[in-house]
């Protein structure tokens, strides 16, 4: 037996071996390293390269180059058994012939390239296969040249047509395609970025068309489906006719008579069902219950495919194994179809076909579901933080109020921050903001809870400092590790002025009429759940026209700022956009919190950000009346007095007969009950209102009053004559009041 021998090793197609030809349809070959003297060798025809030499041109080595160690010059290189991997494939004798590996026809290429990428590249990531430096183990002509002859067809032993694409190595190709196809897919993080990248994937590399049905609806998680099986026609996408000479997928010369199928001009969203009810027990129920993909023309996918597509099913699918079917299964269920076409004129589908249908439509299955999971779960944080923060804000007298809030991320919409305006009794307002540490639904169930918490804390008329206290001992029972910052203000449009403390949140800035901006100087005090600290708060002038803006540290602070510069660029902004409206005009709210945002740049957002601006108008000291009543028999007929004067000084006199009745009633009940002098308060700004206080901390209620009853019928005047009214609680008792609008 000769000992010159040749073997046939598989090759890593993600790392071409040196001096291989990628367009050689036997793959690559590892030759023997075989002195070219060596007796009884025989050198290789040109004609067995597969298309690396021309006809008629003489073989690398036979031109005169030299030979390198990479051809087996060296002079014990024997069999060449022993340079070979340690998988290689046992030897077999040369018969003066390489045994080809048969030419793939499934994947199509350009003429003279490489396969398209599903991608969209013309080429593979990697690059094609090229020599090394110096390497003789190829033809350089072969390797570079693109119109060398390709290989003939194994079926037909026919090279293609002018115009088709060009065949390459089966298992190579579908190896990458696939490869490349999945990573594309699982880019996607929504429904339509997945079943996008499906289509782009697999045309034109895969296939010349693709229609995707899915689940209407799609069910989520575990949850089981309700109602009968409905595929709805979720995204097609073909290779438009245009576009075919510039794909590589030319359509082969048709006599004038014969007229184009239908599926080739027309949209196949046009042609094909939009809706599809599946039967039970029908075909296309068996074949989306088998799971496996199926040829167009297996008896099992005949009926279905009609069923699916309608009545433009047999306009759609071609004829022979050019359509294949395949079910779309997520983690539980079968969520949808995939229909895979190709042309008449191009190569049909092959049995391996069916496991590259396979693996993309189980990639796009559970990415789909995950997708569906992925909406759900950003709906219920949108839900849970549209809850957690005001759906509106009150419009308390004297002030008036706009808010922003912004997400850290499209992918973390749920933050800490939160904000929120609440009325105190005496036409006053508390003004909050704050911040739990995190980003998660945990950080967010936290800011609820706390919230909540200021909000019944702020109805107990705390003072601010108290607030924060009770703020503490909350987040301290809810965990070690709760921390927040926070800021409590109130503000009084009588006095003018306003309170606040502070929890480790960044300081509010008040931007005066004029236009110069003012970083408040309040007590920073430690975060809420740090336990054992004693808040402190500060009461500071607000005057008319005055805008107090509240903020958390997402919008000062930043990867590329510190907190303090940012706090200085926020200052010189309500600066600048307070001078372009004027010293004597003060800027909108609305836009200003717009200006505000602005000063954000791209990629300068970290953190979630809270933003409550107020502005403060106040009430004149013209309109306030306030007086002391002695809690005795006669203090109502004063009180009536008082009103009326009022209200003619005031010019309002067409109310006094629902003024005097009311306060009557209001001041009955108080002066029955209390021990120190009552008070009485009349506010005129957009409404009338009344405001009656006393030492009493019992909330009056409305009840029904009997026939029978001499009393209990006070509120039932004031909830019929009022426009609103209500009673809260104070540290020193309660205030009882009521608005009637001004006519």
Same mark, same amino acid.
């Given at each position: 037996?000769?000992?010159?021998?040749?073997?046939?090793?598989?090759?890593?197609?993600?790392?071409?071996?040196?001096?291989?030809?990628?367009?050689?349809?036997?793959?690559?070959?590892?030759?023997?390293?075989?002195?070219?003297?060596?007796?009884?060798?025989?050198?290789?025809?040109?004609?067995?390269?597969?298309?690396?030499?021309?006809?008629?041109?003489?073989?690398?080595?036979?031109?005169?180059?030299?030979?390198?160690?990479?051809?087996?010059?060296?002079?014990?290189?024997?069999?060449?058994?022993?340079?070979?991997?340690?998988?290689?494939?046992?030897?077999?004798?040369?018969?003066? /012939?390489?045994?080809?590996?048969?030419?793939?026809?499934? $994947? %199509? *290429?350009?003429?003279?390239?490489?396969?398209?990428?599903?991608?969209?590249?013309?080429?593979?990531?990697?690059?094609?296969?090229?020599?090394?430096?110096?390497?003789?183990?190829?033809?350089?002509?072969?390797?570079?040249?693109?119109?060398?002859?390709?290989?003939?067809?194994?079926?037909?032993?026919?090279?293609?047509?002018?115009?088709?694409?060009?065949?390459?190595?089966?298992?190579?190709?579908?190896?990458?395609? =696939?490869?490349?196809?999945?990573?594309?897919?699982?880019?996607?993080?929504?429904?339509?970025?997945?079943?996008?990248?499906?289509?782009?994937?697999?045309?034109?590399?895969?296939?010349?068309?693709?229609?995707?049905?899915?689940?209407?609806?799609?069910?989520?998680?575990?949850?089981?489906?309700?109602?009968?099986?409905?595929?709805?026609?979720?995204?097609?996408?073909?290779?438009?006719?245009?576009?075919?000479?510039?794909?590589?997928?030319?359509?082969?010369?048709?006599?004038?008579?014969?007229?184009?199928?239908?599926?080739?001009?027309?949209?196949?969203? /046009?042609?094909? &069902?939009?809706?599809?009810?599946?039967?039970?027990?029908?075909?296309?129920?068996?074949?989306?219950?088998?799971?496996?993909? *199926?040829?167009?023309?297996?008896?099992?996918?005949?009926?279905?495919?009609?069923?699916?597509?309608?009545?433009?099913?047999?306009?759609?699918?071609?004829?022979?194994?050019?359509?294949?079917?395949?079910?779309?299964?997520?983690?539980?269920?079968?969520?949808?179809?995939?229909?895979?076409?190709?042309?008449?004129?191009?190569?049909?589908?092959?049995?391996?076909?069916?496991?590259?249908?396979?693996?993309?439509?189980?990639?796009?299955?559970?990415?789909?579901?995950?997708?569906?999971?992925?909406?759900?779960?950003?709906?219920?944080?949108?839900?849970?933080?549209?809850?957690?923060?005001?759906?509106?804000?009150?419009?308390?007298?004297?002030?008036?109020?706009?808010?922003?809030?912004?997400?850290?991320?499209?992918? &973390?919409?749920?933050?800490?921050?939160?904000?929120?305006?609440?009325?105190?009794?005496?036409?006053?307002?508390?003004?909050?903001?704050?911040?739990?540490?995190?980003?998660?639904?945990?950080?967010?169930?936290?800011?609820?809870?706390?919230?909540?918490?200021?909000?019944?804390?702020?109805?107990?008329?705390?003072?601010?400092?108290?607030?924060?206290?009770?703020?503490?001992?909350?987040?301290?029972?809810?965990?070690?590790?709760?921390?927040?910052?926070?800021?409590?203000? =109130?503000?009084?449009?009588?006095?003018?002025?306003? /309170?606040?403390?502070?929890?480790?949140?960044?300081?509010?800035?008040?931007?005066?009429?004029?236009?110069?901006?003012?970083?408040?100087?309040?007590?920073?005090?430690?975060? $809420?759940?740090?336990?054992?600290?004693?808040?402190?708060?500060?009461?500071?002038?607000?005057?008319?026209? &005055?805008?107090?803006?509240?903020?958390?540290?997402?919008?000062?602070?930043?990867?590329?700022?510190?907190?303090?510069?940012?706090?200085?660029?926020?200052?010189?902004?309500?600066?600048?956009?307070?001078?372009?409206?004027?010293?004597?005009?003060?800027?909108?709210?609305?836009?200003?919190?717009?200006?505000?945002?602005?000063?954000?740049? %791209?990629?300068?957002?970290?953190?979630?950000?809270?933003?409550? &601006?107020?502005?403060?108008?106040? $009430?004149?000291?013209?309109?306030?009346?306030?007086?002391?009543?002695?809690?005795?028999?006669?203090?109502?007929?004063?009180?009536?007095?008082?009103?009326?004067?009022?209200?003619?000084?005031?010019?309002?006199?067409?109310?006094?007969?629902?003024?005097?009745?009311?306060?009557?009633?209001?001041?009955?009940?108080?002066?029955?009950?209390?021990?120190?002098? =009552? /008070?009485?308060?009349?506010?005129?700004?957009? *409404?009338?209102?009344?405001?009656?206080?006393?030492? =009493?901390?019992?909330?009056?209620?409305?009840?029904?009053?009997?026939?029978?009853?001499?009393?209990?019928?006070?509120?039932?005047?004031?909830?019929?004559?009022?426009?609103?009214?209500?009673?809260?609680?104070?540290?020193?008792?309660?205030?009882?009041?009521?608005?009637?609008?001004?006519?």
């Amino acid at each position: 037996m000769d000992s010159t021998r040749v073997t046939e090793h598989p090759t890593s197609y993600e790392r071409p071996q040196p001096g291989v030809d990628p367009a050689d349809p036997r793959g690559a070959l590892l030759r023997t390293s075989t002195p070219a003297h060596a007796p009884g060798t025989t050198a290789l025809p040109a004609q067995a390269r597969g298309g690396d030499t021309p006809p008629g041109a003489a073989a690398p080595c036979a031109q005169g180059r030299k030979p390198d160690a990479s051809q087996g010059t060296g002079p014990d290189t024997g069999t060449g058994t022993d340079a070979g991997p340690e998988h290689a494939q046992p030897a077999a004798e040369d018969t003066g /012939t390489h045994r080809p590996r048969p030419a793939p026809d499934a $994947i %199509p *290429v350009q003429p003279g390239g490489s396969a398209p990428h599903p991608d969209g590249d013309a080429q593979h990531p990697d690059g094609p296969a090229r020599p090394p430096e110096g390497a003789s183990g190829a033809d350089p002509a072969a390797v570079t040249d693109p119109n060398a002859p390709a290989a003939p067809d194994r079926r037909t032993g026919q090279g293609p047509s002018p115009g088709q694409p060009t065949p390459m190595r089966r298992d190579g190709d579908r190896l990458r395609f =696939v490869g490349a196809a999945t990573r594309r897919i699982a880019r996607g993080l929504d429904l339509d970025e997945i079943v996008m990248g499906l289509c782009r994937a697999t045309v034109p590399t895969f296939s010349d068309a693709i229609l995707v049905y899915l689940r209407d609806p799609l069910p989520v998680g575990d949850e089981r489906p309700t109602g009968p099986l409905v595929l709805r026609l979720r995204r097609t996408d073909r290779i438009p006719v245009e576009r075919d000479s510039e794909a590589g997928f030319a359509p082969l010369p048709q006599p004038a008579a014969q007229q184009p199928e239908p599926w080739e001009l027309a949209e196949l969203s /046009t042609v094909a &069902a939009e809706l599809c009810e599946v039967r039970t027990g029908g075909a296309l129920a068996e074949v989306l219950r088998g799971v496996r993909p *199926v040829f167009a023309d297996a008896p099992a996918a005949r009926a279905a495919l009609p069923e699916l597509l309608g009545a433009g099913g047999d306009l759609v699918i071609p004829s022979g194994q050019r359509a294949i079917l395949a079910p779309l299964r997520g983690r539980r269920r079968v969520i949808g179809a995939a229909v895979f076409l190709r042309r008449p004129e191009r190569i049909a589908f092959e049995t391996d076909d069916l496991l590259v249908a396979a693996q993309l439509a189980t990639h796009s299955a559970l990415g789909i579901d995950k997708a569906v999971l992925y909406d759900r779960e950003a709906y219920i944080a949108d839900e849970l933080q549209r809850t957690m923060l005001p759906e509106t804000l009150p419009r308390p007298t004297g002030v008036r109020l706009a808010s922003r809030y912004l997400p850290a991320a499209e992918t &973390a919409r749920v933050g800490g921050d939160w904000y929120d305006a609440i009325p105190l009794p005496g036409s006053r307002v508390a003004l909050v903001v704050g911040d739990v540490m995190g980003h998660s639904m945990t950080s967010a169930a936290i800011m609820g809870q706390l919230r909540t918490t200021a909000q019944t804390l702020a109805g107990l008329d705390l003072p601010p400092q108290e607030v924060l206290h009770h703020l503490d001992e909350q987040a301290q029972r809810l965990g070690t590790d709760r921390m927040a910052t926070c800021l409590y203000a =109130v503000y009084d449009p009588v006095s003018h002025r306003i /309170t606040i403390a502070n929890a480790g949140h960044p300081p509010p800035v008040l931007l005066h009429l004029g236009g110069r901006a003012e970083v408040l100087r309040v007590p920073p005090g430690a975060p $809420i759940g740090v336990g054992g600290v004693d808040f402190e708060a500060v009461e500071l002038d607000a005057p008319a026209g &005055a805008t107090l803006l509240l903020y958390t540290d997402g919008l000062v602070e930043s990867r590329l700022r510190d907190v303090w510069t940012g706090i200085e660029q926020l200052r010189e902004k309500l600066a600048a956009t307070a001078q372009l409206t004027g010293p004597d005009h003060p800027p909108p709210l609305e836009a200003l919190c717009d200006e505000v945002l602005d000063m954000l740049g %791209p990629g300068d957002r970290d953190d979630d950000i809270a933003l409550l &601006a107020a502005r403060f108008d106040g $009430i004149a000291p013209s309109d306030v009346a306030y007086w002391f009543l002695e809690p005795e028999d006669a203090a109502p007929g004063k009180a009536r007095r008082l009103a009326r004067r009022a209200l003619a000084r005031w010019g309002m006199e067409d109310l006094s007969d629902s003024v005097e009745l009311l306060v009557s009633e209001v001041v009955t009940n108080a002066v029955r009950y209390a021990s120190r002098p =009552v /008070t009485l308060r009349l506010l005129r700004t957009d *409404v009338l209102r009344c405001e009656v206080g006393d030492d =009493v901390p019992q909330l009056p209620r409305l009840r029904q009053a009997r026939a029978t009853d001499e009393g209990g019928r006070g509120l039932y005047l004031v909830n019929r004559l009022a426009r609103r009214w209500g009673a809260t609680r104070l540290s020193t008792g309660k205030v009882v009041w009521f608005e009637l609008n001004r006519t």
